[in-house]
């Protein structure tokens, strides 16, 4: 069985300013959690204190019995933790193959890179198509896809995708939701921060709304009430 990620109180933020404020939450090994809420809520934030590029005003983060908030971030990498970030960061300039080898690291040996490769390209195979394409020259949604077989080149066990759907018609969404589904099912853990609420929601296996810094309400997915939330919540009738 794996681990579930837990985050207890955590405090961070940017300096002098801080964001979050005595988070907490768990992710279940196996399953897909959603965290939703409005525009600067801190879900960016979250994900970024949960893989150690922020350091951590109080609280901890831990996988199973390890804590994660005292290792260095590449450690985390190698200890199956992997952030996809939002915005897509790929290497326009470098094709489509180089793109994903070099999320092989840190196991860099070539059979193992072969081998995550060959998974890459059965997940995606419009990549296998376009490897030798650059990155530049891809859509909006086969970059989202290439971003997210990126993450995925080192194997994780913990996924933390950050605004995946960003930009994408309503056609690539349901495709890419279709891919994180297709993970959940082979047991990966899966962290979602979305703008999308229904879409998360129906994708989720539980549901953390933020606001203000703060969790204000963890549900499992299928109980959450969107017009309810949507009300309370988002402001919106
Ligand atoms: P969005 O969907 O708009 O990205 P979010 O819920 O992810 O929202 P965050 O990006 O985590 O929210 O931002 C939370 C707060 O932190 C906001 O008030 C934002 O202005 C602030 N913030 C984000 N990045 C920085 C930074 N680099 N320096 C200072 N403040 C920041």
Do not use: C
Request: aromatic share 4%; proline share 5%.
């Amino acid at each position: 069985m794996a681990d579930a990620l837990q985050v207890t109180q955590v405090r961070a933020g940017y300096g002098a300013i801080n964001v979050l404020w005595d988070v907490s939450l768990a992710a279940a090994p196996g399953e897909l959690t959603a965290i939703i809420g409005p525009n600067g809520a801190g879900k960016t934030t979250l994900l970024r204190a949960i893989m150690g590029l922020l350091p951590l005003n109080g609280g901890s983060v831990t996988l199973g019995a390890q804590r994660l908030d005292r290792v260095p971030v590449w450690q985390l990498a190698q200890m199956g933790v992997a952030l996809i970030p939002e915005g897509r960061m790929l290497f326009d300039g470098m094709t489509v193959e180089d793109n994903l080898l070099i999320g092989a690291f840190p196991s860099a040996q070539r059979a193992y890179a072969a081998r995550r490769l060959e998974a890459a390209y059965a997940m995606f195979p419009k990549l296998r198509e376009r490897r030798r394409q650059l990155a530049g020259s891809l859509s909006g949604g086969e970059a989202q896809m290439l971003v997210l077989a990126r993450g995925l080149m080192a194997d994780p066990k913990v996924l933390l995708v950050d605004e995946p759907s960003l930009g994408l018609a309503p056609v690539v969404v349901d495709e890419l939701f279709g891919v994180l589904a297709r993970l959940r099912q082979e047991g990966l853990t899966i962290v979602l921060v979305e703008q999308h609420t229904e879409r998360a929601v129906a994708i989720a296996d539980h549901v953390h709304l933020m606001q203000s810094g703060k969790v204000v309400l963890s549900q499992r997915a299928k109980d959450v009430r969107l017009p309810e939330l949507h009300e309370q919540y988002f402001g919106l009738a």
